[in-house]
């Protein structure tokens, strides 16, 4: 059996995508796991950037689990862990969704589905807001699904905006907006004897859970 893919992979699509970067100042640290990297910010404990490869012919259907747990490479200092989601309505928003780097032979996909559970890859959000059909689920749907019924490969990057400003909560910062991209390629042929040649095609979406976040008493759930 092959080695799982550690981490993001910048050659999966016909067109070279680097992993992104934080142009601040601060220091940040890769964290690779199986099909997909988080850019971790240790000043703000969660991810700046999250990147995953989705082989959508490839995908597996395995049992989600619920097994949350800090990643044992990064000081627990550094990670927004349990006690930031205890006795409220806030959500362990994934930033890697659970189903796109299950893939591959069935402990490969195994392997993915348990990393994504780690508290690296997940940042505080509003339970309508993550939940919501026409926000952020409901984009996570739309993505993998896309890939899933095409059968195509896609990179996606998402993450929180971190902004200096976002609302403080038991120790960390709650985002106001997430971000995500959506890229992928396809082939043309021009004449009979013609090479295909790949377009790198990309979608991108900011979606803001200030509404839903305004409806929750944090600070009630804080005493």
Known sequence: MATAQQGYDERFLAATLPLPRSTASRETRELAYVHFTVVLDPSRRL???????????????VGRGDDWHLDERVPEDQQTGPAVYARNDLDRGHLVRRRDPVWGD???????????????????????????????????????????ANDVRLSVFTGPVLDPNDPPYRGTQIPLRFWKVAAWTTSSVSGSDAAGES?????????????????????EAAA
Request: charged share 20%; hydrophobic share 50%; proline share 4%.
């Open 106 to 148: 069935p402990a490969e996909a195994a392997s993915a589905n348990i990393d994504t559970f780690c508290y690296t890859n997940a940042a505080p959000q509003a339970a309508d807001f993550n939940q919501g059909k026409e926000l952020w689920v409901g984009l996570e749907d739309h993505v993998l699904a896309y890939a899933e």
């Open 199 to 219: 377009s790198l095609r990309a979608a991108a979406f900011l979606l803001d859970q200030s509404p839903q976040l305004d409806d929750l008493d944090l600070d």
């Open 47 to 61: 991810a700046v950037a999250t990147a995953v490869n989705i082989d959508g012919a490839r995908l597996v259907d």
